[in-house]
């Protein structure tokens, strides 16, 4: 009886498996037939920064910061940087509150120019919002720009597995 249950269960267990399953190639059918312009996916982009296997990079665009060389940008940048409340998660000078540290030099997504624009225009998934639709393309750029600027913590806490 204990095998049969046990036997029973198991059958059920694939035939979810095997439904759970189809639900997923459905949904991906559904994706790839899905008019074009509606994908909400970021556009492939070639990061400078990444090693790409071979030493190819992949298709893509490259993004390059437009305003580099412009002075102001910085303090464009550090304006924005409190007037979209970008330091209400990232406190006061990018140190760290309920979003991490964008001055410790650590970075989930990528430290590199392209990929800091990637992660405030297109946000991530973990609680960093999209500001792509709010604020322009050169004003995020500012923004990177006074991100790079930020000087690194005296005592950043992950260190303390060096002790
Ligand atoms: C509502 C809170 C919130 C606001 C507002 C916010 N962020 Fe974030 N941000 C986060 C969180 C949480 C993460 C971590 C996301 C993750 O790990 O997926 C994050 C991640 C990031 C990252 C990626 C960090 C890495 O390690 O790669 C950058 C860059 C960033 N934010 C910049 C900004 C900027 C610039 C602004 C303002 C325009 C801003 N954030 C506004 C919460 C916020």
Redesign the pocket.
Known sequence: MKALQTMVMSVSVRTAGALCCAAVVSCAQHEATAPAGTSSGPPAIRYEAHISAGGQLPAGAGLNNPVLQDPAATKNGET??SA???D???GGG?TGW???S?ADG??????ADE??FT??YFG??????A?GGT?SPTA?WS?VKY?KSLPPPPNAPTESWED
């Open positions: 924005l940087f979209m409340n970008c209400g998660c990232h990018g309920v979003g991490p964008l650590r970075w989930r997504y990528g430290g990929e800091i992660s405030i991530r998934p973990k609680g960093m919002p500001f604020i995020i923004i991100i």
